[in-house]
Structures are given as structure tokens and as C-alpha cells.
């Protein structure tokens, strides 16, 4: 059974760093695209951050360029999103999944875990 679970969200004051971690199970890990996306109450779920399975390009939201980082651990499962320079409007439930590679949109990936809660405020 695959299974992908989010750790590490939290309350987080503006310009403030937080890191969320994914723990994959179930799945050739090492085959699979991997990302995270994040939703908002009455927004669009949005993709945030995209990672392929070989080479490991990646693909960010303009939004959160030069901010935040993916990276993928394959030996451990693990998937992270280092988020800096935190603003209120990364507030969200932030979700990872796996899938294929291709545009990072949801069409493409076919495993989501259960989310994580990021709230940035002062």
C-alpha cells in the first residue's frame, strides 16, 4: 500500500523558516516524480514545487521562488520543502505527492499524502 505522510507544519511568524518533510512508503520511490502542492480556504489547490525522478530538475511557483527549496532523499523515502522568508500568504495546507514527470500540475501525480497545516502569522 502506498503511503505518503507529511511532517513538520507549524505556526511561524513572517520571515520566519520552516521545513516539511514527506515520508514515502509502498513505491519505487526512486521512480516517481515527486512534489508539493498547497491549498488555501476558497483558493485553487496550487503547485508549489515539483521534482523529477532522474535528474532532478525542478520547477517552482513565481510565487515562492528564491524562497523555497525541494529536495528529495531517495536512500530514506524522503521528500522535504525548505520554506524561508515565510509571508502570510503561505499560509495553507500543504500537500506532497507522487507521480510522473511532466508539467507540474496535479493531473500528474497519482499518491497524495494527508497534508500538513503551515500557518505564517504575527
Known amino acids: 500500500q502506498v503511503q505518503l505522510v507529511e511532517s513538520g507544519g507549524a505556526l511561524v511568524q513572517p520571515g520566519g523558516s520552516l521545513r516539511l518533510s514527506c515520508k514515502a512508503s509502498g513505491l519505487n520511490f526512486h521512480y516517481y516524480a515527486l512534489a508539493w502542492f498547497r491549498r488555501t480556504p476558497g483558493i485553487d489547490r496550487e503547485a508549489v514545487s515539483c521534482?523529477?525522478?532522474?535528474?532532478?530538475?525542478?520547477y517552482y511557483a513565481d510565487s515562492v521562488k528564491g524562497r523555497f527549496t525541494i529536495s528529495r532523499d531517495n536512500d530514506e523515502n524522503m521528500l522535504y520543502l525548505q520554506m524561508t522568508s515565510l509571508k502570510p500568504e503561505d499560509t495553507a495546507v500543504y500537500y506532497c505527492a507522487a507521480g510522473g514527470w511532466g508539467q507540474c500540475v496535479s493531473e500528474n501525480y497519482d499518491y497524495w499524502g494527508q497534508g500538513a497545516q503551515v500557518t505564517v502569522s504575527s
Open positions: 521534482i523529477s525522478s532522474n535528474d532532478g530538475t525542478t
